[in-house]
């Protein structure tokens, strides 16, 4: 059974950063397609950047230029790097793992002030 936990969530001012962290077990990061996806208030969730397996990113319009996805296959664990973080991005962040099941983590929540 795969397990995603995300954290490095919290509070932060407009114009900092933050990183995101989403250790995984029972499945590898390296394998599928993984992602961060948001969900703000009364907003439905919505993809922020995806990493395949052969190293194919994907970014949000709202992404480009200031997140950064990767990965580390001997931690097992996937990565955000957000900068330059506005009001806007202000929503619970998930991790997600595509291989042979579609699994989600529990989500960590990410607030920026302005």
């Known amino acids: 059974q795969v397990q995603l936990v995300e954290s490095g969530g919290g509070l932060v001012q407009t114009g900092g950063s933050l990183r995101l962290s989403c250790a995984a077990s029972?499945?590898?990061?390296?394998?599928?397609?993984m992602g961060w996806y948001r969900q703000a208030p009364g907003k439905q969730r919505e993809l922020v950047a995806s990493?395949?397996?052969?190293?194919?990113?994907n970014y949000a319009d709202s992404a480009k230029g200031r997140f950064t996805i990767s990965r580390d296959n001997a931690q097992n664990t996937l990565y955000l790097q957000m900068n330059s973080l506005k009001p806007e991005d202000t929503a619970v962040y998930y991790c997600r793992m595509i291989n042979t099941r579609d699994s989600w983590g529990q989500g960590t929540q990410v607030t920026v002030s302005s």
């Open positions: 990493l395949t397996s052969d190293g194919r990113i």
């Open positions: 029972g499945g590898s990061v390296s394998f599928g397609v």
